[in-house]
């Protein structure tokens, strides 16, 4: 289909008639541009409620025997704060949000697949996030995001309520995984080719399959827990037979995947904005397309390396241990093709910029203590530790979070017709950049020497490093507020962009800003690699997209 | 019921549809692999635990009836037989045939649920083994069989709305996605059936 004539009659000459009224355009709405900015408002409502937790872990941390909240309360807030920013935050805001709002223009499609699982899809999400939140009224889980048992079969009422929760958010998940993997394999432009996608596109290709099948393992792993809980069946429970092991087992087939679902698109991110503002073609397309495809698969390999300390039997530990090291290759390669992109470049230092440079040097932090916590005799020395918390935060918020905002630097203008204010959002990046340094750098060391994870309480000796963590975590907060700030005032009174602000090159900066419903008047036709500067477009058909003649093809019924 | 013959002209299909037909059957594929790993996290569950305890079947409880659920067995696989030349009937438009092997595929679903329920019935009530009673037993056997059977529930119900809506004449020659789908899920559906009959009754 991806080189299907012109005027077939199928599927990229045909376009729904335009939606009526408030309610078909911008709340039950088909069209994937629309359903991406919803994911991405719910996302941050529910991104800033994690906030609030994060603050409140930290402010409880200002003193060596808390006193902010009660050790009870505290359990409860560190459990739905990480398994919010997981499931409510980051995953949605990579696949659902940026994914729906990006990829489909970017592949010349007219929507994605199935626009009414799209939205089935978005509806599950913040029916999700409320059942998560509500846990907190029943007696929030208080075993961490993972809920190991037998602790999470002795947790409070809330606990199963954040089963079902996290159960209908993957459901959400896996339908979005199967709709974009097949708008991605059926749906593209003539001339479309694998290897002529843009790189956002790769790593929205290679995250769609681990949504679809991993989401489901931990389905299985949650409904297991659920009628343990709720109707004693002893799937986990050890004085019935039932092991617990198998749970981190179960879980963490999913949650390793899961962390590649929560980068894999930042990479894509990451490689649309680093080559429009070095004004480079970007370094070794291939080499980044397909590393994304090899940690995807390699992902499915590695998800024992969690346990090493629960009983893994011996044989089972080493391969773990070397399949861990090998997936650092493909990871490694990316960087280094990134470095690459800006090296000789014409570098722009936008805020969207400043935010892919600062992901590149905060991911390979946490990317290399990744590789010592590979190691077994390490990871057995600092496993439950802050060292830990520092690594997965480097990971997720110098990675995953710093590509987000990279990302709404970037295609703001796009949803919005108008840009960012640039002057606050350095003052975001920079104060970001310093607060979050600030207060994950000194955990490593914490937990070099010793301060567990997860408890409300800690020694006294390391009362100065965690008031100047906590200190630094405000000024993160602060810098969040600003990009908050920047987000409305420029709603209403930023700058107009334009169809193309940045001089990029991919598709979707070819169509006006906000893009029409059926987003191409003319479906092009591709002729190359998007990553190009020093050659003309690589489309045709595009001619008419900025100006004011209607589609060429008539809007019509199913 | 009146029931609809097909329509001479109605094999014209335009391309709009070919394509859309084309996405539906990628979806439903998929939608399938993620079912598929959905019973394989249990069946991962099931053979952990089994290895994991003292020896199967664990203390206290009977090894499964292999001659019931065999013949069992056999009413299924014989719905997966007549399920598949349902749908090549109607791609040959024999449309009557057609609606008597679909029903003859829902009897026979049916005819398998009902065994089940004898066998579930004769565990509990006679030998005393049950879903939360049981320890692992229990759990893996009426989890995973019991997932199973309300996959062919669902499916009868869909042969169901697939009878009455080819009654009332909605596919026709060029345009029957929904008895595709429904084979290839029937289909699905036994194949499971094939893995657990082996794991807990063979193994």
Same mark, same amino acid.
């Given at each position: 289909?991806?080189v ?17 009224g ?6 039950f709405?088909?069209?994937?541009k629309?359903?991406?900015? #919803?994911?991405?408002?719910? $996302?941050?409502v ?12 930290? =402010? #409880? ?9 009660s050790?009870e309360?505290?359990n ?17 805001l990579?696949?659902?949000?940026f994914?729906?709002?990006v990829?489909?223009?970017q592949i ?6 199935f ?10 999400f913040p029916v999700? $996030? ?8 029943m ?15 002795? $947790? #409070?009422a809330g606990?199963s309520?954040?089963?079902a929760?996290?159960f ?11 709709n974009?993997l097949?708008t991605?394999?059926k749906? %593209?432009a ?7 996608m ?14 679809m099948?991993?989401?489901t393992a931990?389905?299985?792993a ?5 009628i343990n ?20 087992h ?9 962390v ?8 894509g ?7 429009t503002?070095?004004?480079k073609?970007i370094? $070794? ?10 940690i995807a ?6 998800w ?13 530990q ?15 390669i ?6 690459? =992109? ?5 570098i722009h ?7 892919a440079i600062?992901?590149?040097?905060l991911?390979t ?11 077994i005799?390490?990871?057995l020395h ?22 987000i ?5 970037? &295609?703001?203008p796009?949803?919005?017709g108008r ?18 340094n ?6 490593h060391w914490?937990?070099m020497?010793?301060?567990?994870r997860e408890?409300a309480?800690?020694?006294p #000796? ?11 975590s ?5 810098a969040i ?15 107009k962009?334009?169809?193309n602000?940045?001089?990029? %090159?991919?598709?979707? &900066?070819q169509?006006?800003?906000?893009p029409?419903?059926?987003n191409?008047k ?27 003649s ?7 019924a199913? | ?13 335009d ?6 037909r084309?996405?539906r059957?990628?979806?439903?594929l ?8 959905l019973f ?15 020896g199967w ?8 009836d292999v001659?019931?659920?065999?013949w ?6 014989g ?23 679909l ?26 083994v049950?879903?939360?009673g049981?320890?692992?037993f ?15 529930f669902?499916g009868v119900?869909?042969?169901t709305?697939l009878v ?5 004449g ?9 008895i595709?789908?429904g ?7 036994d194949?499971?059936?094939?893995v ?5 009754y063979l193994?």
């Open positions: 289909m991806s299907a004539a012109v005027h077939s009659g199928g599927i990229a000459d045909h376009i729904h008639p335009e939606p009526q408030f309610i078909r355009r911008y709340v709405s088909l069209d994937h629309i359903i991406g900015i #919803q994911y991405l408002v719910t $996302g941050f529910f991104f800033m409620l994690s906030g609030l937790l994060a603050e409140t872990i930290r =402010t #409880q941390l200002l003193n060596p025997n808390g006193g902010f909240v050790p309360t505290y409860e807030v560190y459990s739905i704060h990480g398994s919010a920013m997981v499931w409510l935050v980051v995953i949605p990579l696949t659902g949000g994914g729906n709002l990829f489909p223009v010349g499609a007219r929507d994605v697949a626009p009414w699982l799209n939205m089935l899809s978005f509806w599950i999700s $996030g409320l059942m998560l939140f509500s846990s907190f009224l007696g929030a889980p208080t075993a961490g995001w993972m809920e190991y048992p037998p602790v999470s079969l002795q $947790g #409070q606990t309520m954040w089963a929760a996290i209908l958010v993957g459901v959400s998940s896996t339908m979005t995984g199967l974009f097949v991605i394999l749906m %593209r003539p001339g479309m080719t694998f290897t002529r843009p790189l956002f596109v790769w790593g929205q290709f290679a995250t769609a399959p681990l949504l099948i991993a989401t931990l389905a299985a949650l409904a297991a827990l659920f809980r709720e109707f004693g069946v002893p799937f986990y429970d050890p004085t019935k037979g039932g092991s617990p092991v198998m749970w981190q179960m879980f963490w087939f999913y949650s390793h995947p899961a590649y679902i929560m980068i894999l698109p930042a990479f991110i990451i490689s649309e904005v680093l080559p503002f070095a004004r073609s370094f $070794g397309y291939k080499m980044i397309a397909f590393s994304s495809a090899a698969l390699l992902g499915f390999m590695v024992a390396h969690h346990m090493f300390t629960s009983g893994l039997a011996p044989f089972l080493l391969p773990f241990m070397i399949l861990t090291y090998i997936i650092g290759v493909p990871t490694g990316k960087i280094f093709s990134w470095t690459a =992109t800006l090296w000789g470049g014409k230092y936008s805020t969207a910029m400043l935010f600062g992901f590149v040097a991911f932090l946490g990317g290399i203590t990744g590789i010592f916590l590979a190691a005799p390490f990871d600092v496993h439950g530790t802050y060292f830990i918390v520092g690594h997965i935060h480097y990971v997720l918020v110098g990675g995953s979070m710093m590509g905002f990279a990302g709404m630097y970037y &295609w703001f796009k949803m919005s840009l960012l204010n640039e002057t606050l959002g350095k003052w975001h990046f920079w104060l970001f950049f310093i607060g979050f600030g207060t994950f750098i000194p955990m914490l937990g020497l010793g301060m567990p408890v309480t800690y020694d #000796q390391f009362t100065f490093w965690n008031r100047f963590e906590t200190f630094a405000y000024l993160m907060t602060f507020l600003i990009f908050f700030v920047n987000i409305i005032w420029s709603i209403r009174y930023g700058k962009a334009g169809a602000p940045w001089g990029a %090159r991919t598709l979707e &900066w169509v006006p800003s906000p029409h419903y059926y191409f003319h479906v092009p036709t591709v002729y190359g690699l998007p990553y190009d500067f020093s050659q003309p477009l690589p489309y045709k058909g595009l001619e008419e997209e900025l100006t004011d209607p589609p060429a093809v008539a809007a019509g199913h | 019921m009146a029931v609809a013959s097909l329509a001479p002209d109605a094999g014209e299909v391309q709009l549809y070919i394509e859309t084309e996405l059957l990628q979806g439903f998929f939608f399938l692999i993620s079912d598929c790993v394989s996290s249990f069946i991962f569950a099931y053979l952990y635990m089994r290895n994991s305890g003292q079947p664990p203390p206290g409880v009977q090894r499964l001659a019931f659920a065999a069992n067995s056999v009413v299924l696989f719905s997966g037989a007549t399920m598949h030349y349902a749908l090549e009937n109607f791609k040959y438009g024999h449309f009557m045939r057609y609606m008597w092997f029903l003859a595929t829902i009897v026979l679903g049916v005819m398998f649920l009902g065994g089940q329920a004898y066998e579930y019935n004769h565990l509990i009530f006679g030998e005393h049950t879903w939360a049981s320890g692992i229990g759990a893996s056997f009426f989890t995973l069989t019991g997932m199973h059977g309300f996959h062919v669902i119900c869909y042969l709305v009455l809506q080819s009654a009332a909605v596919y026709t020659r060029g345009k029957y996605f929904g595709t789908a084979t290839l899920y029937w289909h699905f559906v194949v499971i059936w094939v657990l009959f082996s794991i807990f193994l």
